[in-house]
């Protein structure tokens, strides 16, 4: 079955950095897209970025745009965030989701989340 | 950016009645691009529907979709003790993927 673990999460100060990982694993990673979606404590669901299966492509919520890089690493299946320049409004859990595949740019499966707390 | 906005708020209702949660977009949505997701405490989202009315992979048919344009419809026909939980609409008709601010239904 399909399953997403991530790690990396933890408590960084403003101005700092992070990189988050997501190890993937019961479908073929190299087929299919992944995003990272957040959701702040409390609060509703953000989309953070997107990589097409091959990385050819990246797409950027405006809010993260600079500041945040997403990667992906086929041959270790494994997605990543690295985040940079972090700010108290960057705490939430992030989640790595998988792509619904096809035209659908929908989440069809997601993890646990990492929780990013930024705080001096 | 399409900006998604959920009503209402919050939904009270009795398990075996209907429930009806909308979900209108600041300008259209192409091609039908909406989703909806069901988030419980403590867990991550699960996808529902997709494509405004597409029932996602395992998803019983008490839930349906409808609508176009700007104006979404979540139908959950008679609610279930597992169904009382917070429900997200999602575009992606452009690439700036949006969510809406979510309804709670909750047990009246």
């Known amino acids: 079955q399909v399953q997403l673990v991530e790690s990396g999460g933890g408590v960084v100060q403003p101005g700092g950095s992070l990189r988050l990982s997501c190890a993937a694993s019961?479908?073929?990673?190299?087929?299919?897209?992944m995003h990272w979606v957040r959701q702040a404590p409390g609060k509703g669901l953000e989309w953070v970025a997107f990589i097409r299966y091959d990385g050819s492509n990246k797409y950027y919520a405006d809010s993260v745009k600079g500041r945040f890089t997403i990667s992906r690493d086929n041959s270790k299946n494994t997605l990543y965030l690295q985040m940079n320049s972090l700010r108290a409004e960057d705490t939430a859990v992030y989640y790595c989701?998988?792509?619904?595949?096809?035209?659908?740019?929908?989440?069809?499966?997601w993890g646990q989340g990492t929780l990013v707390t930024v705080s001096s | 950016e399409i900006v998604l906005t959920q009503s209402p708020g919050t939904l009270s209702l009795s398990p075996g009645e209907r429930a009806t949660l909308s979900c209108r977009a600041s300008q259209s949505v192409s091609s039908s691009y909406l989703a909806w997701y069901q988030q419980k405490p403590g867990q991550a989202p699960r996808l529902l529907i997709y494509?405004?009315?597409s029932r996602a992979t395992g998803i019983p048919d008490r839930f349906s979709g409808s609508g176009s344009g700007t104006d979404f419809t979540l139908t959950i026909s008679r609610l279930e003790p597992e169904d009382f939980a917070v429900y997200y609409c999602?575009?992606?008709?452009?690439?700036?993927?949006?969510f809406g601010g979510g309804t709670k239904v909750e047990i009246k």
């Open positions: 989701a998988k792509d619904q595949g096809g035209i659908q740019l929908t989440f069809d499966y």
């Open positions: 999602q575009q992606y008709g452009s690439f700036s993927l949006t």
């Open positions: 019961g479908f073929t990673f190299s087929s299919y897209g």
């Open positions: 494509g405004a009315s």
